[in-house]
């Protein structure tokens, strides 16, 4: 990924999994708020592309939206059943 506030690359996991007090190690700015998402658009509703997601007024700051995929990412859209269900085989795999 790649920061929107300095440019900086970001190596992220195979996973795109950025938690909510990650940091950019250049400007230290939020990784995980809307202008770091991928679905993140000035043009939608809300300025974002998920028409579920909750409404957010600091798109700046870092927030809880389940939502989120890193810019960048290969990934199109979060699917939380299939995330949970990996999760969950992951943490019973002998």
């Known amino acids: 990924m790649k920061c929107v506030f300095c440019g900086e690359k970001i190596k992220v996991g195979i996973r795109d999994q950025i938690g909510r007090n ?13 202008k770091q998402c991928k679905l993140y658009a000035t043009s939608a509703y809300n300025d ?31 699917n939380r059943t299939l995330d949970a269900r990996r999760a969950l085989d992951a943490l019973f795999a002998k």
Do not use: H, M, W
């Not at 990650?22 to 809307?34: A, E, H, K, W």
């Not at 974002?48 to 890193?70: H, L």
């Open 48 to 78: 974002c592309r998920e028409v579920s997601a909750q409404k957010i007024t600091d798109k700046e700051r870092s927030n809880f939206c389940d939502y989120f995929v890193p810019n960048g990412s290969k990934r199109k859209k979060v």
């Open 22 to 34: 990650d940091t950019c190690p250049r400007c230290n700015r939020d990784l995980r708020c809307c």
